[in-house]
């Protein structure tokens, strides 16, 4: 097996060392999904490596050569080097990929992956007359000249009939390893790297296969997505016992490639989202009697309007973790926020269950609600929203009771003049 290109070890080192262990274990990217996706893809032209190689030299038409009318070695050579050039682009390799694979989100920022891919590389004009069947055709001229001439004849029956035809086609499964840049965003950048190993099915032989590639994903929704990638890998032939003649399919083939598709993202652990209440609601009519109006402001200045949620339609519970049907919810109210209502401030106001595993006996459960209210707030100030305009506030669990359940309430406040 051939080595491994250098580059490919510096992205591996560089994604191990770029990021800071302690940001691995933080929440972000959705861990614990299953994302299922399909990708097809061509190659963009950029092809190389000595299995293109080896497809020129099949088609080269050597009795041509060999049979020159040429008598001095200088007009020989002449011959052959015109040959060489006209016929060495005459064949172009062009390679597509199909790909079905799935990812395990693992961390805030990485993902693990298996995929089966399937390889085939074609060439444009391929070698239709094994040169084993030209010689016999010329050994049953009658004398020298004839032999000479069936041997010309065979070459130029060969250039004539020449025709498309994959030269290559390898099944490989791979091991992938996913970074992703805006972990639950509905536009989410990524990188990807891996390799894998599979079976050359046309001439015999094993295959390794490396590679790297950019892209993102695109959310429809929470569930479905489309995915594009522009992919550069490296496939070589390994464990390979060359024929006695014809086509010796033995090398690695360098290409690049556009890949497009979609996937399916499932969550393990069911679904966490209910249908929104994404409505704007007065003060009158939004929570009732679960959520006591507060009363430390003028009314008439300070109580105008409110989103309200149900904390499960922003939070990954019993988190802070804001999972991405609340990212989107909070997307549109910071366009509002920027569009129709810059004349107000606005204050996050969350509410708690006194429940919380991890800190016994904290009953009033402030800390949980605080970090949900910041992270409502970083979200809205990432989409443009000034950070003056937003207070941060819980009141924890203080206004639980048995019929309870845990909300967010974003309120509109008219500014101070």
Same mark, same amino acid.
């Given at each position: 097996m051939q080595k491994l290109?250098?580059?490919y070890h510096f992205i591996f080192?560089?994604? =191990? !060392?770029?990021?800071?262990?302690?940001?691995v274990y *933080?929440?972000?990217f959705d861990r614990g999904n299953l994302i299922f996706y399909g990708n097809g893809a061509f190659g963009i032209g950029d092809n190389s490596g000595t299995l293109e190689k080896k497809v020129e030299k099949t088609n080269f038409p050597n009795f041509l050569v060999l049979n020159s009318p040429y008598a001095d070695a200088a007009s020989n050579f002449m011959n052959y080097y015109a040959l060489q050039n006209v016929f060495k682009h005459q064949t172009d390799l062009s390679s597509r990929v199909g790909e079905l694979g799935f990812e395990y989100g693992l961390f805030r920022y990485f993902g693990i992956g298996l995929s089966v891919s399937n390889q085939t590389i074609t060439a444009s004009n391929f070698r239709s007359v094994d040169?084993?069947?030209? =010689? !016999?055709?010329?050994?049953?001229?009658?004398?020298? *000249?004839?032999?000479?001439?069936?041997?010309?004849q065979g070459e130029y029956y060969n250039i004539a009939t020449q025709k498309r035809r994959d030269v290559f086609n390898s099944t490989s499964g791979d091991l992938s390893l996913f970074f992703h840049f805006q972990p639950n965003d509905p536009v989410d950048p990524y990188i990807r790297v891996g390799g894998g190993a599979g079976y050359e099915r046309l001439f015999g032989g094993a295959t390794n296969r490396v590679f790297g590639a950019i892209g993102f994903r695109y959310h429809l929704n929470e569930r479905f997505f489309l995915n594009a990638e522009l992919e550069h890998s490296n496939v070589y032939m390994v464990n390979y016992d060359p024929p006695n003649s014809g086509h010796k399919n033995k090398g690695n083939f360098e290409e690049?490639?556009?890949?497009?598709?979609?996937g399916v993202s499932v969550s393990l652990s069911g679904s966490k989202t209910q249908e929104p209440e994404n409505k704007m609601e007065t003060v009158s009519s939004a929570v009732g009697s679960q959520i006591p109006i507060q009363t430390k402001e003028p009314v008439s200045e300070t109580k105008l309007d409110r989103f309200v949620f149900l904390a499960s339609e922003i939070f990954d519970l019993p988190t802070s973790h804001i999972h991405l049907e609340g990212r989107a919810r909070l997307d549109a109210i910071a366009r509002s926020l920027e569009n129709e209502y810059k004349e107000f401030d606005v204050q996050v106001i969350t509410y708690t269950?006194?429940?919380r595993e991890d800190v016994p006996g904290n009953y009033e459960n402030y800390d949980l609600g605080f970090e949900r209210s910041q992270a409502i707030s970083r979200v809205l100030r990432e989409k443009g929203v000034n950070s003056r305009r937003i207070i941060d506030s819980t009141q924890g669990s203080a206004m639980y009771n048995v019929d309870s359940k845990e909300k967010v309430v974003i309120e509109l406040r008219k500014k101070n003049k």
């Open positions: 290109n250098g580059k080192i560089g994604i =191990i !060392l770029f990021f800071p262990f302690s940001l *933080g929440e972000g040169e084993r069947f030209v =010689i !016999l055709y010329s050994l049953l001229g009658s004398d020298y *000249g004839a032999l000479l001439n069936r041997l010309n690049s490639f556009f890949k497009f598709g979609m269950t006194p429940f």
